[in-house]
Nanobody
Framework: QVQLVESGGGLVQAGGSLRLSCAAS????????MGWYRQAPGKQRELVAD???????NYADSVKGRFTISRGNAKNTVYLQMNSLKPEDTAVYYC?????????????????WGQGTQVTVSS
């Protein structure tokens, strides 16, 4: 069973920085994609950034130019460098890993989630 563990959340003042880390264990395969999502109180979970095994990166418009996602040298690790943090970035941040199996015409995707790490930005 694949398990994801996040770390690096915390309390920071507006304008500060945090670096989130995520490591997925339990699979001998490399994840096809890994990413970060966040959920603020009373809001739906939303994509922050993701990166494919081929290096394609996607960012939410709200974090472009401030956040940077990267994959680590160790298999199935991903990081999120968050700079110029704003109070509206306050949320629980979740790591997600996607593994695909099967032939191209019948590929099946399996999503795995971490337990989440709290990021709080004070004004």
């Amino acid at each position: 069973q694949v398990q994801l563990v996040e770390s690096g959340g915390g309390l920071v003042q507006a304008g500060g920085s945090l670096r989130l880390s995520c490591a997925a264990s339990g699979s001998r395969f490399s994840a096809d994609a890994m990413g970060w999502y966040r959920q603020a109180p009373g809001k739906q979970r939303e994509l922050v950034a993701d990166i494919t095994s081929g290096g394609m990166i996607n960012y939410a418009d709200s974090v472009k130019g401030r956040f940077t996602i990267s994959r680590g040298n160790a298999k199935n690790t991903v990081y999120l460098q968050m700079n110029s943090l704003k109070p509206e970035d306050t949320a629980v941040y979740y790591c997600k890993a996607v593994f695909t199996r099967g032939p191209v015409e019948k590929v099946v995707a399996y999503d795995y989630w971490g337990q989440g790490t709290q990021v709080t930005v004070s004004s």
